[in-house]
């Protein structure tokens, strides 16, 4: 059974520093169980060509879950990605949801060199890292990112005794 955190001082301190870092920019703070989620939309620019229109929305949420008794707490991104296109071929729709941890950036220039729109996933890490630093909380990570080291690790191994062993072959 997961402990909700409004249960606890320490949760709720958390996620009211959080929510008051979120203050007056596009980010939103949304109470769960197990935590908390900071939800941005990201703009993807939209573009139309002689008969062609395409349209891409996502969402990028920063999904916190906590352990108040021990101050420690998992950050996991969730992107939610809807794709479409219409023109002469037919009409595409696409839907993607990824979960772990996604490092992005977007930015978008106006025709004179101006930016126009700048979107980095790696500022919602720092905006709840900051705020769970400066309670003391400290970062655990989340399975997804524990298995996927284990992977990378395991692969790393048998890579390098592949290479011992084509080298012993060619070299006797």
Do not use: C
């Not at 993607?96 to 700048?118: D, F, H, I, Q």
């Amino acid at each position: 059974m997961t402990e909700d955190i409004n249960s606890t001082d320490a949760g709720l301190q958390f996620r009211d520093r959080v929510e008051a870092a979120t203050a007056g920019t596009r980010y939103r703070v949304r109470r769960t169980v197990p935590g908390f989620d900071v939800t941005v939309d990201v703009e993807d620019p939209q573009f139309r060509e002689t008969l062609t229109r395409h349209r891409v929305s996502r969402v990028h949420t920063f999904r916190v879950a906590l352990r108040p008794h021990e101050r420690r707490y998992t950050l996991t991104d969730v992107v939610r990605t809807v794709e479409y296109g219409a023109g002469p071929d037919g009409v595409r729709l696409g839907r993607t949801v990824t979960a772990g941890r996604s490092m992005y950036a977007e930015k978008r220039w106006s025709l004179n060199g101006t930016l126009e729109y700048s979107f980095s996933s790696a500022d919602g890490h720092r905006l709840i890292r900051r705020a769970a630093r400066e309670l003391g909380w400290r970062e655990i990570r989340p399975a997804s990112v524990k298995v996927a080291i284990a992977a990378g690790a395991f692969g790393g191994a048998i890579a390098l005794g592949t290479l011992i062993a084509l080298a012993a072959v060619f070299w006797l």
